[in-house]
T-cell receptor, first 116, second 111 residues
Framework: AQTVTQSQPEMSVQEAETVTLSCTYD???????LFWYKQPPSRQMILVIR??????QNATENRFSVNFQKAAKSFSLKISDSQLGDTAMYFC?????????????FGKGTRLSVIA | ETGVTQSPTHLIKTRGQQVTLRCSSQ?????VSWYQQALGQGPQFIFQ???????GRGNFPPRFSGLQFPNYSSELNVNALELDDSALYLC??????????FGPGTRLTVL
């Protein structure tokens, strides 16, 4: 079974600064996706970024980028130029593509507060 | 393009009752997954439906059941509600094994 660990329950960052959220995972699978989702107080889970395990290049989406270290099973999220709207719970999630179904396995989340 | 929608937004039930939650998938998506998110926790996988068939189930008892319809919308039914069933229920849709997109959730309170 796969597990996802987010070791930082809470973090804070000043507006316009950069912050990195950590995630590690455990799997014996070779074909998978990793995700970061954001859940603001409105509670809707919003996709931030996706990384395919077969890609060596780290995914980027505007101010969001990841550091994917496959051998170390590490998948951190960097948020540059933090904005007040980035305040939310951030969840790291794993999807195994080798099984017949594709449930997401989530970590417990990191609560990020952006301070003005 | 319409996103994933869920109804109702909030629901209050008493222990022992039954509840049905609904989800409309995003246009072009054929797979719906349901998750339970307890307060302060990450979502936990309940089950997944692909083309109207259950396609995987998490560690939830049989009183959690579901349906997927020909238009790929879905229902989650919970019988004999327990206090611990109080949670946010999230529905996500996808095209086959691709990225899952979530609806706004249904907050269920069991008294």
């Amino acid at each position: 079974a796969q597990t996802v660990t987010q070791s930082q329950p809470e973090m804070s960052v000043q507006e316009a600064e950069t912050v990195t959220l950590s995630c590690t995972y455990d799997t014996s699978e070779s074909n998978y996706y990793l995700f970061w989702y954001k859940q603001p107080p409105s509670r809707q889970m919003i996709l931030v970024i996706r990384q395919e395990a077969y890609k060596q290049q780290n995914a980027t989406e505007n101010r969001f980028s990841v550091n994917f270290q496959k051998a170390a099973k590490s998948f951190s999220l960097k948020i540059s130029d933090s904005q007040l709207g980035d305040t939310a719970m951030y969840f790291c999630a794993f999807m195994n593509l080798n099984s017949g179904n594709t449930p997401l396995v989530f970590g417990k989340g990191t609560r990020l507060s952006v301070i003005a | 393009e319409t996103g994933v929608t869920q109804s109702p937004t909030h629901l209050i039930k008493t222990r022992g009752q039954q509840v049905t939650l609904r989800c409309s998938s995003q246009s072009g998506h054929n797979t719906v997954s349901w998750y339970q998110q307890a307060l302060g926790q990450g979502p936990q996988f309940i089950f997944q439906y692909y083309r109207e068939e259950e396609n995987g189930r998490g560690n939830f008892p049989p009183r959690f059941s579901g349906l997927q319809f020909p238009n790929y919308s879905s229902e989650l039914n919970v019988n004999a509600l327990e206090l611990d069933d109080s949670a946010l229920y999230l529905c996500a849709s996808s095209s086959n094994t691709d990225t899952q997109y979530f609806g706004p959730g249904t907050r269920l309170t069991v008294l």
